[in-house]
């Protein structure tokens, strides 16, 4: 026993360092592939297409905006431990939600409020395309018909490329009053920023809340903050963030009441996920892992009903997913993705994703995977299927070959769920390798001008 406890630091260091360097040199092969064969990867011929594999332009510039997510970073690294230590677990809710939103505005605000303002006023982002809707049933039953590329009045690539439901959600905001795309930016990045919670509560439901204490930070100061700051990929985070803790919180409940309410919620926002995006079926993995954790499969009947009410009113009102869903694999492969190889992108997808997630999570993987197969007590049990349930749909995902490229925000849903693996890693590597997370943002910050 004395050996094998002995050996344990050093095995646990070695799988840290060994994880790293998978991951670093993905990042390096994604990089390096492009630029020393004649393999033409089609990232694109735009602003920011000329530093494959990432959707960014190389831009280096030490601009005073910079200090915004240094100053935050260091005021977080700095009071987090005692305000964690001393909150209670609503206070505390409410300080994850505040950290995240101020570091992902601190980050979207390097270029200034037009870096966030630009995204949202591009012709092919929803919300330029939802205020030319006038008529929102209409909108539904021409939504397939205008979905090809070859029709004169297609969809813009972004309302194209997802199910109605992403650009609804924009409709209502325009009907709202909301005619300014900076505003608009500003209400996606706040709604995006409550994913964190969603996640710790999940956390705290089937692990515990000392873990999901622990949790936090992970999911807070992640380089992936930089595209839920400017993407309306945030949206679908904490829709789907949400769906899955309401899951574990019906997967978990000892009162009948509590069981039906909280599964029939998980369901109709899980159900809505699938509406947002396509690729959001694969929130099935962690669902399942959900209600493995929770031991109670009763909650998924419930679950079940909830999506099948969201999938009945769409149906309803003239969009059938399963017809949809073809037409876009065509306008998918009509356009640059044809060109984009498959060999390529299929693990070069998770060298950039690593821009997202940071290399912090690829030396927890072996830890992940040491606490899964020893079947750990549930406080370290729970974050590990989480986490590995991420990862899973990540590899699906690419395996797909209907995620090549610019996953960087199109897998933040499941990304944000990997980052729990971190965890799991002994204490007093935490700071250290939190610093190396938000150094990560703030040097991607610095060389490069992303797209989102």
């Known amino acids: 026993m004395g050996a094998s406890t002995s050996r344990s630091p050093r095995l646990t260091w070695a799988a840290a360092w060994s994880g790293v360097l998978i991951g670093a040199l993905l990042v390096a092969a994604a990089i390096i592939v492009p630029r020393v064969t004649p393999i033409d990867v089609a990232i694109g011929t735009g602003d920011f297409d000329d530093w494959k594999p990432l959707k960014a332009a190389w831009e280096p510039e030490l601009t005073p905006t910079l200090l915004l997510p240094v100053a935050v970073g260091l005021l977080g690294f700095v009071l987090w431990p005692r305000l964690s230590r001393s909150s209670t677990w609503p206070q505390f809710l409410a300080l994850t939600f505040v950290g995240s939103w101020l570091w992902t505005a601190a980050l979207g605000h390097v270029g200034g409020a037009q870096a966030i303002r630009k995204v949202f006023d591009r012709d092919s982002e929803y919300f330029v395309g939802a205020k030319e809707v006038t008529s929102i049933p209409q909108f539904m039953t021409e939504f397939v018909d205008r979905i090809p ?50 996640v710790v509560l999940t956390v705290r439901t089937l692990a515990s809340e000392r873990m999901a204490r622990r949790t936090a930070p992970w999911v807070v100061a992640a380089p992936s903050a930089i595209w839920m700051g400017v993407s309306g990929d945030a949206l679908f985070t ?31 926002l899980l159900g809505l996920c699938v509406y947002l995006s396509y690729g959001l079926v694969l929130l099935g993995v962690l669902a399942l892992a959900v209600l493995v954790l929770g031991r109670r499969w009763a909650a998924l009947p419930w679950a079940l009903g909830g999506a099948l009410l969201v999938a009945a009113a769409f149906t309803l009102a003239g969009f059938r997913w399963w017809e949809a869903f073809p037409v876009l694999v065509t306008r998918y492969y009509d356009g640059i993705q044809s060109d984009r190889p498959y060999g390529y992108w299929v693990w070069a997808n998770l060298g950039v994703w690593t821009f ?75 700071r250290p390798l939190i610093a190396t997370q938000m150094g990560t943002a703030i040097l991607i910050e610095l060389l490069w001008t992303t797209q989102w």
Not at 160 to 177: Q, V
Not at 242 to 256: N, Y
Not at 377 to 401: D, Y
């Open 149 to 198: 590329k070859h029709v004169d009045d297609n969809w813009p690539i972004h309302i194209a490329g997802h199910p109605p439901g992403a650009t609804l959600f924009f409709i209502m905001m325009n009907r709202m009053g909301v005619e300014d795309p900076y505003t608009a930016g500003m209400i996606v990045m706040t709604l995006g920023c409550t994913a964190a919670v969603g």
């Open 238 to 268: 904490a829709v789907a963030a949400w769906g899955l803790a309401l899951l574990a919180l019906s997967a978990t409940a000892e009162r009948r009441s509590r069981l039906v309410g909280f599964g029939l919620g998980s369901g109709l």
């Open 356 to 430: 997202s997630a940071g290399l912090a999570v690829w030396a927890a993987f072996g830890r992940g995977i040491a606490e899964v197969r020893r079947r750990a007590a549930p406080e370290r049990f729970a974050p590990a299927v989480l986490g590995w349930a991420g990862f899973a749909a990540i590899l699906l995902a690419t395996l797909s070959s209907m995620s090549q490229a610019e996953i960087e925000r199109i897998w933040l849903p499941f990304t944000i769920w990997v980052l729990i693996l971190p965890t799991l890693l002994p204490a007093h590597w935490h």
